[in-house]
């Protein structure tokens, strides 16, 4: 049984780094031009971003970028379950795959598994790489855009 102090604590770190996620995400498609005096054509270019990134990260997180589910704590990006972790960094290749520079960093393709097939040792090894090429690239791009560190997702 979880205190309740740990269930806030946790939920206060997913929510900050799912809105650090949004955050940069809007940073890596802004071009410079839109600073320059038109907040209006910025505002919507961050509401095109904030839809496209619902439509394109359904797999990043068990429910909405806003909101969580306690209930959803072993579905997330921490889980111990390989089909639904891999879910979860495909949903964040998928994203971060349009972010600029992506393929000095995104290097390795998204395996073609189905949920049908045996996990291997081969299998597991393959999506800690490919979930390690993620996040160094989710972790160095937060830091060259905001000047600090990124938060990451934990398990509980």
């Keep these: 049984v979880l205190s309740k102090g740990k269930e806030i604590f946790w939920e206060l ?3 900050n780094f799912r809105h650090d996620f949004e955050s ?7 071009e410079p031009d839109l600073f320059e005096g038109c907040s209006i054509r910025l505002q919507r270019k961050y509401r ?3 839809l496209a990134i619902f439509l394109n990260c359904g797999n990043c997180w068990p429910d ?7 209930g959803n704590i072993q579905k997330s990006l921490a889980t111990s379950s390989f089909w639904t972790r891999l879910d979860r960094v495909t949903g964040f290749h998928s994203v971060m795959s349009t972010w600029h520079e992506h393929s000095s960093f995104l290097t390795l393709p998204l395996p073609p598994w189905v949920g049908s097939q045996p996990v291997t040792p081969e299998m597991e090894q393959t999506l800690d790489e490919l979930e390690y ?3 160094r690239f989710y972790v ?6 905001f000047g600090r560190a990124a938060t990451i997702p934990h398990g509980l």
Aim: glycine share 0%.
């Design 13 to 15: 770190m997913e929510l």
């Design 64 to 70: 909405t970028a806003a909101t969580i589910d306690l």
């Design 140 to 145: 160095i791009a937060f830091k060259a855009v």
């Design 133 to 135: 090429q993620i996040a």
């Design 24 to 30: 940069l995400d809007l940073w890596m498609h802004v």
């Design 48 to 50: 095109q971003r904030r």
